[in-house]
T-cell receptor, first 116, second 114 residues
Framework: AQKITQTQPGMFVQEKEAVTLDCTYD???????LFWYKQPSSGEMIFLIY??????QNATEGRYSLNFQKARKSANLVISASQLGDSAMYFC?????????????FGTGTSLTVIP | DAGVIQSPRHEVTEMGQEVTLRCKPI?????LFWYRQTMMRGLELLIY????????DSGMPEDRFSAKMPNASFSTLKIQPSEPRDSAVYFC????????????FGNGTRLTVT
């Protein structure tokens, strides 16, 4: 089974609107971290936001927030007030366990286009 | 703090030549990862190290690929001999240990094998 599933290959959003990018994960480890990355057309991978499996509150970083639904094993990224610069690929990732040396599992990504 | 540093940024080589990609992780990070990204296959984990020791190299496509981490501040990914299908962007990334530590990526090396 896929560890990380992103079912939306492409998404469009109107500038200044909010958009939700879906991510579901699969793990039997009670301890894990969930991450979102942005990859603009220039190619670099930018870390956006982190959610820990034991965190009681949804993570927020500026216009980014993570809608964490543990029972559903989903970790959707919400971008509020979209800007043209938000157009990019977005990757969801998971790291299991609290031990040193575990690998990261990445989804296939969602391409977001912000329409002016 | 300097981020993950990769060199070269771009590499164009002919089929059959040896290619060496280099990476300097963030100081203090003890996990290092090599990824390959293509349009067809997306982001693939090739190999990762923990405390300079290779942990999982199951993603290395074949024996033509090898990776080393002789010390905590340097790693190489070598392809010998290179083939056109190796053309991709190769990312190096580093992280502290622990599930709550994000992965920090270098800017990548764009490899073109003609």
């Amino acid at each position: 089974a896929q560890k990380i599933t992103q079912t939306q290959p492409g998404m469009f959003v109107q500038e200044k609107e909010a958009v939700t990018l879906d991510c579901t994960y699969d793990t039997s480890d009670p301890s894990y971290g969930l991450f979102w990355y942005k990859q603009p057309s220039s190619g670099e991978m930018i870390f956006l936001i982190y959610q820990g499996s034991y965190d009681q509150q949804n993570a927020t970083e500026g216009r980014y927030s993570l809608n964490f639904q543990k029972a559903r094993k989903s970790a959707n990224l919400v971008i509020s007030a979209s800007q043209l610069g938000d157009s990019a690929m977005y990757f969801c990732a998971m790291r299991e366990g609290l031990n040193t040396g575990n690998q990261f599992y990445f989804g296939t990504g969602t391409s977001l286009t912000v329409i002016p | 703090d300097a981020g993950v540093i990769q060199s070269p940024r771009h590499e164009v080589t002919e089929m059959g030549q040896e290619v060496t990609l280099r990476c300097k992780p963030i100081s203090g990070h003890n996990s290092l990862f090599w990824y390959r990204q293509t349009m067809m296959r997306g982001l693939e984990l090739l190999i990762y190290f923990n405390n300079n020791v290779p942990i999982d190299d199951s993603g290395m496509p074949e024996d033509r690929f090898s990776a080393k981490m002789p010390n905590a501040s340097f790693s190489t990914l070598k392809i010998q001999p290179s083939e056109p299908r190796d053309s991709a962007v190769y990312f190096c990334a580093s992280s502290l240990g622990g599930g709550n530590s994000p992965l920090h990526f270098g800017n990548g090396t764009r490899l073109t094998v003609t």
